[in-house]
């Protein structure tokens, strides 16, 4: 645990120890365990939106990304009658194919990632609206998918099955960027790019993979907020949600610059995001003020990135100006110190001799 994540893991201690004494509700287990719940619906793309982001990308499109999985997915099992592990992979292969194609536009066409990510956020949401006529899509009374329905709001010894689910993406995630060689990659790339390409890293594969595997983190996501609402509106399903996962991984230290994040700061900030709602909930605060507070969360996380950076550069300056100062012996100074008094006089010829 770095000095960033030891900070947030305090600064959250912190909030919660002020909420629950403003309100001991908060402490409650009800409401521990629905917060539990709802960190893992939105961790689980929390992690994928931080990888891209340690990449030196963005991600704007993965609310628009819920829509359209969403409408297909509940389609898929109340029309066409699909049998639920077969939409369940559909639904998974989608998120998959979405990130393939904005990892290869950002790679192949070298278009920007915020361009690109956009760009999905429009196309996918008018085809989501356009796919369902603008209406809304739900399960009805049937009993469509009641397995899968009660893996994903289900619970084992009271825990959410959707924070265990979060926790083992969370480790598997982990061995896979601080302990195996993509992971160095991926932080090679976020630093400088042109210098890992030299370095012979295959840079386009590694950005096209980080955008995939947030392709099917939305996946998940997409069917566990699907069995989360029961029903998806293509207007309103995810709106915004993108900014939750940005405001996450800008929290747990992701520099929107790239080369730097962690798992654990990620989820801590997912964490975070959740207390700071609840905490406007138990003071009365308008719903309506939700954006803002995520947005000055935003930015107090990016000057924060900013001050930080500057800070580092400054250190390193001033270490690579000691390093490059030449260091001349006390003797030598001695030796070449100016003459003074007569030894300053101009010396006639022959005097030397």
Request: proline letters at 3%; one cysteine or more; aromatic letters at 8%.
């Amino acid at each position: 645990m770095n000095k960033k994540e030891l900070g947030l893991g305090l600064l959250l201690l912190l909030i919660s120890a002020v909420t629950g004494a403003i309100n001991p509700a908060f402490l409650s287990l009800v409401n521990l365990l629905n917060m539990a719940n709802l960190i893992g619906l939105f961790g689980v793309f929390a992690l994928g939106e931080g990888l891209v982001i340690i990449t030196g990308g963005i991600d704007l499109s993965l609310g628009s990304m819920f829509a359209l999985l969403g409408v297909v997915f509940i389609d898929l099992l109340t029309t066409y009658q699909v049998p639920w592990p077969l939409a369940l992979l559909a639904v998974l292969l989608g998120g998959l194919a979405l990130g393939a194609i904005q990892g290869f536009l950002v790679t192949r066409l070298k278009m920007q990632p915020f361009i690109v990510t956009l760009c999905g956020l429009l196309i996918y949401r008018g085809a989501a609206r356009y796919y369902t006529t603008d209406s809304t899509r739900g399960f009805g009374y049937g009993d469509e998918a009641a397995t899968l329905s009660s893996i994903a709001s289900g619970n084992v010894a009271g825990i959410p099955n959707t924070f265990i689910l979060l926790i083992v993406l969370a480790i598997v995630l982990g061995v896979l960027l601080h302990r195996s060689v993509y992971g160095r990659w991926l932080y090679a790339v976020g630093k400088n790019e042109e210098a890992a390409r030299f370095s012979g890293i295959n840079t386009d594969i590694v950005i096209a993979t980080a955008y995939i595997i947030s392709g099917g983190l939305a996946g998940v996501s997409t069917v566990l907020f699907v069995f989360y609402t029961n029903s998806v509106s293509p207007s309103s399903f995810g709106n915004f949600y993108e900014l939750y996962a940005i405001a996450a991984a800008v929290l747990g230290g992701c520099s929107l610059r790239g080369g730097e994040g962690s798992i654990l700061g990620i989820l801590l900030g997912t964490a975070l995001l959740q207390v700071l709602q609840n905490l406007v909930n138990i003071l009365g605060i308008p719903n309506s003020l939700n954006f803002a507070v995520m947005g000055t969360v935003i930015l107090i996380g990016v000057l924060a990135d900013h001050q930080l950076q500057a800070r580092r550069r400054r250190k390193m300056a001033l270490a690579g100006l000691a390093r490059t100062t030449p260091q001349v012996p006390f003797v030598q100074r001695q030796q070449k110190a100016p003459p003074r008094g007569v030894d300053a006089l101009p010396a006639r010829t022959g005097d030397k001799a």
